[in-house]
């Protein structure tokens, strides 16, 4: 291996460090807690040396937000293949993905609340970002319904998803209802 082989691992290596202490962080304490300083001290390199590889706080949820959207689509991906039939598949999706918005707040915050500097619908989106939409309209674009564009429909749908998420996450919906919020949507927007 060359020296140039090695400091690009090495490089890459403490990228990954930065995004995994930094997502840690965030899921312990809140994005709040996350800073360049507090970083630094958790895995012990120089202030200098993570803005070597990130310009600030920004820059490091855009990179929460792409490990968190590869994460998403493989998670969707996997609930979709293990169920049978298409309400199956939009029924899995559908708890797949507010399932993985309550296990990872400061994940889904960086993917949908927060400014990571990320495009989203549009030319130079990132391709992780692409990918978790894509994952999306696979199962959902086959219940989408004569004349419907199924990627408006999907936007449609995972708008739906997204509010239970939040609003969920925020008290502002009872617990106790969460499988029938899931049939409902499902039964009503699919077109199965």
């Known amino acids: 291996m060359s020296v140039q082989e090695r400091k690009e691992r090495e490089r890459a290596a403490r990228e990954r460090l930065i995004v995994a202490t930094a997502r840690e962080l965030a899921e312990q304490q809140g ?18 040396v993570l803005y070597s590889h990130f310009r600030g706080k920004r820059e490091i949820i855009g990179a929460v937000a792409l490990e968190g959207a590869t994460e998403m689509a493989a998670l969707l991906r996997a609930a979709t293949r293990a169920a049978d039939g298409p309400r199956a598949r939009v029924a899995a999706l559908a708890r797949a993905y507010l399932d993985f918005a309550a296990r990872n707040p400061a994940v889904y915050d960086a993917l949908f609340q927060l ?37 408006l429909f999907t936007e449609v749908f995972w708008a739906s998803l997204h509010g239970l998420a939040t609003l969920t996450r925020a008290g502002r919906l009872l617990p106790e209802y969460a499988e029938p919020r899931v049939e409902l949507l499902v039964d009503r927007l699919a077109v199965i």
């Open 31 to 48: 994005w709040d807690a996350v800073t360049t300083r507090r970083l630094a001290e958790r895995i012990e390199y120089s202030q200098p």
């Open 115 to 151: 400014d990571g500097g990320l495009a989203y619908a549009q030319e130079d989106t990132p391709q992780p970002l692409k990918d978790a939409f894509a994952a999306l309209l696979e199962s959902l674009g086959e219940v989408a319904g004569d004349g419907v564009d199924p990627g």
